[in-house]
């Protein structure tokens, strides 16, 4: 049989659970997957490395290494692991980090080092940069306040002396910043070959939409015949999409990626009242569900409307749930 080819575009902690979720979904006979990530982390240690050794951001395609190895336990273990006694750029930096900045050294090459790594941990399918240029994200707020720095403008409120901006705001424009950039032809190649791409829910700005920004990206996701599923925030965050209700994720998609979403896969399952009270004490967050049915009704996209959740003491995606929703209404 042929396998169903599935492009992921996204950043964030939760590339380990859509990978590992549709790799325990798909079976071997299946699958073939990539993850095609972006390049503007830079906060914290990743940014010292960033500085010192003039490598992309590795923070986040660890992740999706962890989640592509057949032994995925001990690699992820492994990855998390860091010295605690050393110097400020090994001391404070993760096992992952310090290796694919070795490797990237000795390859003479990002990408090349990346896929050493990937051979050494039997990575089953691709992980693909974005771009292969050292970008950077900026954003402007409603105020148009203009911030340089996904550090500078994803600010904890614990951290209040690194705030440089009002962050009770949405941002209404954002874009890359200092160098030539262009998209990766591998990644151009992944989703033109591809039976479905996925655009992955996660910080919307500072992690969905800059994959959207690089040039041609927009281009190739008209281009490709693939199936393109956006998977919409279960929350709002603070300071991205305070107010944002649905309609509002799905538009400022295609603001950056054009009118190319084929489904809009979206939480109706409720939250417990307890949990949504302490996301808009503690964070002030609010839950992103279907309104108004109407709204939809003439829309080039269909919406699908699931139980999505995995709800304990917070909310986050389930994997094995979406895959199967993925795999039982867009794949079959």
């Not at 990237?104 to 050494?120: P, R, V």
């Not at 399918?125 to 500078?152: M, R, S």
């Not at 008209?222 to 300071?239: F, G, H, L, Q």
């Not at 538009?251 to 302490?278: H, R």
Request: with cysteine; aromatic share 14%; charged share 30%.
């Amino acid at each position: 049989m042929n396998k169903i080819k599935i492009s992921v575009i996204w950043w964030g902690s939760g590339t380990f659970n859509v990978l590992y979720g549709l790799k325990k979904v798909f079976t071997e006979e299946e699958r073939d997957l990539r993850a095609i990530i972006a390049m503007t982390d830079s906060g914290w240690t990743t940014w010292e490395i960033r500085d010192k050794y003039w490598v992309l951001p590795p923070w986040d395609i660890r992740r999706a290494v962890a989640a592509l190895a057949r032994d995925t336990w001990f690699v992820r273990k492994l990855f998390e692991y860091k010295f605690k006694w050393e110097c400020w750029v090994i001391g404070w930096n993760k096992i992952w980090n310090i290796l694919l900045t070795a490797l990237a050294d000795i390859k003479w090459s990002f990408e090349s080092g990346l896929d050493e790594a990937c051979k050494m941990f039997d990575t089953e399918w691709q992980i693909i940069p974005v771009t292969l240029e050292n970008v950077h994200l900026g954003v402007i707020f409603d105020d148009w306040t203009k911030i340089i720095w996904e550090k500078n403008i994803d600010v904890s409120d614990k951290n209040d002396f690194e705030r440089t901006h009002n962050i009770d705001q949405n941002v209404k424009e954002a874009f890359l910043v200092w160098w030539d950039w262009i998209l990766n032809p591998r990644a151009r190649e992944s989703i033109m070959t591809s039976d479905i791409v996925i655009i992955w829910p996660w910080d919307f700005y500072t992690s969905i939409v800059p994959n959207l920004l690089s040039p041609g990206m927009k281009e190739v996701l008209k281009e490709t015949k693939a199936k393109i599923v956006y998977v919409v925030n279960i929350m709002t965050k603070k300071w991205e999409t305070t107010t944002y209700e649905l309609p509002d994720f799905i538009d400022n998609i295609e603001k950056y990626a054009g009118e190319i979403i084929d489904y809009v896969i979206v939480n109706d399952w409720n939250i417990s009242d307890e949990l949504v009270e302490k996301y808009k004490i503690e964070e002030w967050k609010k839950p992103v569900k279907m309104k108004e049915y109407h709204n939809f009704l003439n829309k080039k996209y269909k919406i699908i409307n699931a139980d999505l959740i995995n709800e304990s003491d917070v909310v986050r995606h389930d994997p094995l749930k979406l895959a199967k929703i993925i795999k039982e209404k867009i794949a079959d």
